[in-house]
Structures are given as structure tokens and as C-alpha cells.
């Protein structure tokens, strides 16, 4: 799949890749040469779209408490990839230091049933709801009345919900990955913590969510800086770098 993988890309006049892990992965691959033109353009977001969005009801769903649970939301498929698996146990030692904390996964997936299982047991009984599947609005309305978003995948190029989730004005606390970075302004509007050594990633990622968890100072400036950076995601901007790369190819042939 490589050699077939070089040999497309070198045939092409220019490249788009979604995130610049990716873009600096394809750039080393072909070899640094004038063409093809390799170039990071994330996918835009609709922000009007995501603005105009009424919030959700999650604790009334979840049958918590308003105004006294803090609900901790993922948006995404129940699958290994993801690692829900971190996700969840990261929760659940947070948990320990904050009981009121709620865990909010907006998705369904294989993994749905384990998940499920996962949260009756003692530590997270009560304190975890899964909403099966949501259509894109309704999970986005859900995500805009929590607190913060948890993130801990490690396949993806970009990572869209991060970009979707600080739109909503909810700051990020995400494992290091592929794209995090490109989203996730560190100690801005998230916090970005590191994957490695994997053994005792749930435990740094559950240090992470109680350390904003504990500050609301901290939380609410991250929440604010979310919504006002949010424009660097947005559709006519992504648009533009596509419109100035297409120019930039035709100019160099």
C-alpha cells in the first residue's frame, strides 16, 4: 500500500492533507522535491450552523442533577480505535477525587455493550450515560450544555470534533495524537497531555480533567478563548487556503 501510496501522490500536482502530522508524513515519504505541492487545510466548520444550535438537556437525559453534576462529554463511535477504553478509566479516577463528576459519551459503536457493562460496575454506577446514536445537531446541541470534552483516539488525522467541541465554547483535555496539536491551543483553550509511556495515560489524562475541573476560573477563560478562536476553523477561511493552493499549482506549471 506504500509504494502504491508514493507512487499516486507523485503523480499529483499538489496534495491536501487534513492535519500536518499527515503533511509532514507524505512530504518525507516522496522526498522534499518541487512538486508535488503538500499543504495541511483542515476541514472548515460551519460556525453560523454551529452558533444557532439550541442547547441540549443532557442531565435531564441522564436523569442528573442541574446545576450540581459536571458533566465530562465525548462525541464519537464506541470503537477500540478510539479509545474508549482510556476514556473510561481516566473518568473513573477522576471520579474518585470528584463525585459529582458525570461522564456524557454521545455515540454508539461496537464497543457500546462493553461500555455499558463497564458502567455498572460500583466506581461509575450512576455516573456515566451513553446516548446511542445522535444525529450531528443533536450531538452537538448535547456537547454545548457540559463542561468539557475528553479526548484520548489515536488514529485520526484531525481530529474534527476537537475543532467542533472548542466551536461550542467547551474546552478540550486530550491525550497527545495525530491533529490534537493543529486544534488544541495548550493551556489556551485545552490542555494537551502526553500519550507516552501508555500504561499511565488514564491516570494523566484523569489529573488533567480535575485540574480544570477544581479551577472555574481557568475553565470559563478557556471556554471564552474557545469560542473567540474559534474562527480559524471556519468554512470560508478553509475555502480560501484551498482557492490560494490551486493558485500557487497553476502558478508553478
Known amino acids: 500500500m506504500s509504494a502504491y501510496l508514493r507512487r499516486f501522490w507523485l503523480g499529483c500536482a499538489a496534495i491536501v492533507a487534513p492535519g500536518s502530522e499527515l503533511a509532514a508524513e507524505i512530504t518525507e515519504e516522496i522526498g522534499r522535491r518541487a512538486r508535488p505541492l503538500v499543504r495541511a487545510i483542515p476541514t472548515g466548520l460551519d460556525l453560523d450552523r454551529i452558533t444557532a444550535l439550541p442547547?441540549?438537556?443532557?442531565?435531564?437525559?441522564?436523569?442528573?442533577?442541574?446545576?450540581?453534576?459536571?458533566?465530562?462529554?465525548?462525541?464519537?463511535?464506541?470503537?477500540?480505535?478510539?479509545?474508549?477504553?482510556?476514556?473510561?478509566?481516566?473518568?473513573?479516577?477522576?471520579?474518585?477525587?470528584?463525585?459529582?463528576?458525570?461522564?456524557?459519551?454521545?455515540?454508539?459503536?461496537?464497543?457500546?455493550?462493553?461500555?455499558?457493562?463497564?458502567?455498572?460496575?460500583?466506581?461509575?454506577?450512576?455516573?456515566?450515560?451513553?446516548?446511542?446514536?445522535?444525529?450531528?445537531?443533536?450531538?452537538?446541541?448535547?456537547?454545548?450544555?457540559?463542561?468539557?470534552?475528553?479526548?484520548?483516539?489515536?488514529?485520526?488525522?484531525?481530529?474534527?470534533?476537537?475543532?467542533?467541541?472548542?466551536?461550542?465554547?467547551?474546552?478540550?483535555?486530550?491525550?497527545?495524537?495525530?491533529?490534537?496539536?493543529?486544534?488544541?491551543?495548550?493551556?489556551?483553550?485545552?490542555?494537551?497531555?502526553p500519550r507516552d509511556p501508555e500504561s499511565g495515560a488514564p491516570e494523566r489524562l484523569a489529573s488533567a480533567l480535575l485540574d480544570l475541573a477544581n479551577d472555574p476560573e481557568r475553565r470559563k477563560s478557556m471556554a471564552r478563548k474557545a469560542r473567540e478562536g474559534a474562527a480559524r476553523f471556519a468554512l470560508q477561511r478553509r475555502i480560501g487556503e484551498v482557492v490560494e493552493l490551486y493558485r500557487e499549482t497553476l502558478a508553478s506549471r
Request: hydrophobic fraction near 45%.
Open 55 to 193: 442547547e441540549g438537556h443532557p442531565r435531564r437525559e441522564a436523569g442528573w442533577t442541574p446545576g450540581v453534576d459536571f458533566v465530562v462529554a465525548s462525541v464519537g463511535r464506541l470503537a477500540r480505535e478510539k479509545s474508549v477504553d482510556v476514556l473510561l478509566e481516566a473518568f473513573a479516577n477522576a471520579a474518585e477525587g470528584r463525585p459529582e463528576l458525570r461522564f456524557l459519551l454521545i455515540g454508539a459503536g461496537p464497543l457500546e455493550e462493553m461500555v455499558r457493562g463497564r458502567a455498572q460496575r460500583t466506581d461509575l454506577h450512576g455516573r456515566v450515560f451513553v446516548t446511542g446514536q445522535r444525529s450531528h445537531d443533536d450531538a452537538l446541541g448535547l456537547l454545548k450544555a457540559c463542561e468539557l470534552f475528553a479526548f484520548a483516539s489515536r488514529t485520526e488525522t484531525q481530529g474534527l470534533v476537537l475543532a467542533e467541541a472548542l466551536a461550542c465554547g467547551v474546552p478540550v483535555v486530550a491525550l497527545e495524537g495525530p491533529g490534537v496539536r493543529d486544534t488544541v491551543r495548550d493551556g489556551l483553550d485545552g490542555m494537551v497531555v
